[in-house]
């Protein structure tokens, strides 16, 4: 479990009247996000994408990730360490996967995530002044560890479930391995499937005040 007392740092979805979590995918665009698409279409769950601005090309299914409701949010250009970069290198490189996926897809990104969950007041303090709202997680699937243990993904999330939990995943094969066995699992503890709401998040900023 992680949690955050920063204001500025989400880690849960606001309280709804059916408990409820978010899926979230970090580092894609990948390979296998169709299959992943197809997993979330057939059981009608919506996902939260944190794409590396350098992996998205015209030709990724980034089309069908919005028309079947998902969000994409950044996670950086090249998913670099942000805490060992200034604070203006930090803007450059948060702004440039912005202006990279909004040119692609066009459409407003309104929330960020930064490279292996480490920020600092500037990484804060750029995401704010691009007008993005940083998203943590609650609960770690531990994905990128559990190659050759997939089913412990599922132990390590549903042993940890709450109301209102976002939930860190991974565009990789093991996930997409589990993900139908993981909705289940949650489903039969009485948990629905939501997105961070857009409509309240704050504006970008005018040209002139951001970094």
Not at 164 to 191: M, N, R, S
Request: charged letters at 25%; glycine letters at 4%; proline letters at 6%.
């Amino acid at each position: 479990m992680y949690d955050s007392t920063h204001p500025q740092i989400v880690t849960a979805h606001q309280a709804q009247k059916k408990k409820s979590v978010v899926l979230s995918f970090d580092d894609g665009p990948s390979k296998v996000l169709p299959q992943i698409l197809d997993i979330l279409k057939q059981q009608k769950v919506p996902a939260m994408f944190f794409w590396q601005s350098r992996l998205l090309y015209p030709a990724r299914p980034w089309q069908r990730v919005l028309d079947e409701g998902h969000v994409i949010g950044t996670h950086s250009r090249k998913h670099r360490n942000l805490v060992q970069l200034s604070y203006e290198e930090q803007c450059r490189d948060i702004r440039n996967s912005l202006a990279h996926i909004e040119k692609i897809t066009g459409t407003q990104v309104v929330f960020f995530r930064p490279p292996y969950g480490r920020f600092n007041s500037d990484t804060i303090k750029a995401a704010r002044a691009l007008g993005l709202t940083t998203v943590m997680w609650r609960i770690a699937s531990m994905d990128w560890e559990l190659k050759d243990d997939p089913s412990q993904i599922i132990r390590y999330v549903t042993e940890n479930l709450e109301d209102g939990a976002i939930i860190l995943l991974h565009e990789l094969e093991q996930t997409v391995a589990i993900l139908p066995h993981l909705i289940k699992a949650i489903k039969e503890q009485g948990y629905s499937f939501s997105l961070l709401p857009t409509e309240e998040e704050t504006k970008k900023s005018a040209p002139g005040n951001r970094c």
